[in-house]
């Protein structure tokens, strides 16, 4: 026999032998566990399927929702389409939070100091906050930490009331 030929038998053998010996421990696992049990089991891997599924749509639609910073045409807050738009994202960091904003050069109040002074009134400090003006914006990232740990931050509310600072 051609040493090919056999190499292929041996790998068809160990992998036959694999797969018995699976099936094998996977009857015994299931001779342990009573049947509520195992219904239990099943409810639950359904449950976490469906949860998932739930989870991976929230995620697709806030992915969808994020404004577009690299110049590319997102909706603004009149509803028109427009790559001059005012448009704030909040990130969680591990020391605290990450603001990005994206400012119309035409606007003529970008609200700058609400944001900083929104972000004290929320207990956080501003360790930076840097600017940049690009032709048709003015880009800023402000870094603030959470000033007490234990104080619960929810991120989307925060971006909500930034958003209206700066409109």
């Known amino acids: ?84 738009c005012n448009c704030v994202t909040v990130n969680p960091v591990q020391y605290g939070v990450e603001i990005l904003i994206s400012n119309s050069i035409k606007s003529s109040d970008l609200g700058l100091s609400r944001v900083l002074a929104e972000l004290l009134d929320r207990e956080l400090n501003v360790v930076t906050c840097v600017s940049t003006r690009t032709k048709e914006k003015i880009l800023h990232k402000i870094e603030a930490e959470v000033k007490d740990m234990m104080t619960s931050l929810d991120l989307s509310v925060l971006q909500e009331r930034l958003t209206n600072a700066i409109s």
Request: hydrophobic content about 30%; proline content about 4%.
């Open 1 to 84: 026999m051609n040493e090919r030929v056999i190499r292929r038998v041996m790998h068809r053998d160990i992998e036959r032998k694999r797969r018995q010996e699976m099936s094998e421990l996977y009857g015994s696992l299931r001779d342990l566990l009573p049947p509520e049990q195992i219904k239990e089991a099943v409810n639950y891997i359904q449950q976490m399927r469906k949860k998932i599924e739930e989870l991976r749509i929230r995620r697709d639609k806030m992915k969808n929702s994020l404004p577009n910073l690299s110049g590319t045409k997102i909706a603004s807050s009149n509803g028109t389409d427009n790559n001059l």
